[in-house]
């Protein structure tokens, strides 16, 4: 029986790489015959491959912006997905290396400043990757048939090893799934530059790393996918106008916190969130200094203007929105961070210039605050009922990190389309 396996693992992994090069090598040679060029690859011997490869190479750069190489990269896409389709439904994710070599050598072959590329290619790969992160968290590490049984030749207890491999191919599946989103933002900071719009689209994508984030148990794809979600947040950020107004840092500001509720869970993430909101409410309350101001241009925004305190109305009205946003959501390190933020908003405003004068009055915030928990806790428990009670007629029952609900559901029925849930629902109650 593992002979029989073995011949069939051998047998699977040798069709794949016979097709990994050898379906790219045909496609590209259709195009060179229909396309005028001067690469010469049907003139390159397969017995020096070298040449040959800079020949195809020569050829791609050539006539990657045709409609000719748009037509057989369709056809590309279309066997190596039917490939995924497949190993999701028979669970052979031993198929899954060959499927992300090849979309990632198509990533980077196709044109970026191209706006159809992007829409039709690089974005629904990047979203059926990162669906299928999620299908094969809840599959499990060890359904692959074949790969299992063969993997007893290594002692009868092969699950740490295939607990490793698991979670490095679900990782190289996010990565490259952040890598066609990342592309994808790429084309459009150079169709929609700095715009509100581009922020938003950012957002949409670090929401969506989160959403596929929250099946996700292993330690590996789920910093992956977190260090994404922080990565496009970031980029957005840097390609906001006018940086300098008092709204744009608001917001910006709000938004960070909701980013740290949603990547609820993850050290690195709430870390990072929690690090940029106290460094974005020292500068609302504050101003900024040279050194602050070189900080922020370096891993923020780029505005050249130094920026100002805005109103302590208005950055009391954030900090306390913050705090309430955390306490309707049950979240320990926002209400942490809301606190902070008020005590700063506080010392801001009667502290003065100097700085040991304001760091005692947030101490003495804090003091205050750790006295006085019973007392707050009285008032905060109506609080959260009566928010939530407003949270759930508005919204429904469950309304925690609602853009991520959506989005989750989403994501399922992506899956739902690209593999057939009843045959592999069978597959598993048969096993």
């Given at each position: 029986m593992q002979g029989t396996h073995a011949v069939r693992l051998a047998i699977l992994v040798s069709g794949m790489n016979s097709m990994l090069f050898a379906?790219?090598?045909?496609?590209?040679?259709?195009?060179?015959r229909h396309v005028r060029n001067t690469a010469g690859l049907s003139q390159a011997s397969i017995y020096d491959p070298i040449a040959l490869g800079g020949k195809f190479f020569e050829l791609v750069l050539q006539v990657r912006?045709?409609?000719?190489f748009a037509v057989a990269s369709s056809a590309y896409i279309m066997v190596w997905m039917f490939v995924l389709r497949s190993a999701m439904t028979l669970r052979l994710w031993t198929c899954r290396p060959f499927v992300l070599l090849s979309l990632n050598a198509l990533c980077a072959a196709s044109p970026y400043g191209s706006l159809g590329w992007t829409l039709c290619f690089r974005v629904p790969i990047g979203v059926c990757l990162l669906a299928m992160v999620m299908f094969m968290e809840s599959a499990g590490n060890g359904t692959d048939p074949i790969l299992q049984e063969v993997l007893r030749w290594l002692g009868p207890h092969p699950a740490p090893f295939l607990e490793l491999l698991h979670g490095v191919l679900q990782t190289g599946t996010a990565v490259t799934a952040s890598l066609c989103l990342g592309s994808g933002l790429a084309c459009a900071s150079y169709h929609f530059g700095a715009s509100w719009l581009y922020f938003m689209i950012c957002w949409s994508f670090s929401s969506l790393s989160l959403a596929a984030r929250l099946d996700c148990n292993g330690a590996m794809v789920s910093l992956c996918l977190a260090t994404s979600a922080v990565v496009f947040f970031l980029i957005g950020i840097r390609f906001l106008p006018e940086?300098?107004?008092a709204r744009t840092r608001l917001i910006v500001f709000l938004l960070c916190g909701r980013l740290c509720h949603m990547g609820?869970?993850?050290?690195?993430?709430?870390?990072?969130?929690?690090?940029?909101?106290?460094?974005?409410?020292?500068?609302?309350?504050?101003?900024?200094?040279?050194?602050?101001?070189?900080?922020?241009?370096?891993?923020?925004?780029?505005?050249?203007?130094?920026?100002?305190?805005?109103?302590?109305?208005a950055r009391l009205l954030a900090s306390t929105l913050l705090f309430l946003h955390g306490v309707s959501t049950h979240d320990t390190l926002l209400i942490t961070l809301g606190c902070f933020c008020?005590?700063?908003s506080m010392a801001s405003l009667v502290a003065g210039d100097s700085d040991l004068s304001r760091a005692l009055v947030v101490a003495l915030c804090g003091l205050a605050t750790t006295f006085l928990g019973e007392v707050a806790q009285t008032y905060v428990a109506p609080l959260q009922a009566g928010i939530a009670l407003l949270e759930q007629s508005t919204f429904g029952a469950e309304t925690r990190s609602w853009e991520l609900g959506f989005l989750h559901g989403f994501l399922h029925d992506v899956t739902n389309i690209m593999s057939d849930k009843a045959g592999a629902t069978n597959l598993i109650t048969s096993g």
């Open positions: 379906l790219p090598a045909v496609l590209m040679g259709i195009v060179d912006g045709t409609f000719a940086f300098h107004s609820h869970g993850s050290l690195v993430l709430n870390s990072i969130c929690g690090a940029a909101l106290c460094f974005q409410f020292a500068s609302l309350a504050f101003g900024e200094s040279p050194w602050a101001s070189e900080v922020r241009r370096r891993l923020f925004h780029g505005d050249p203007e130094q920026l100002r305190k805005v109103p302590f109305a008020i005590y700063t």
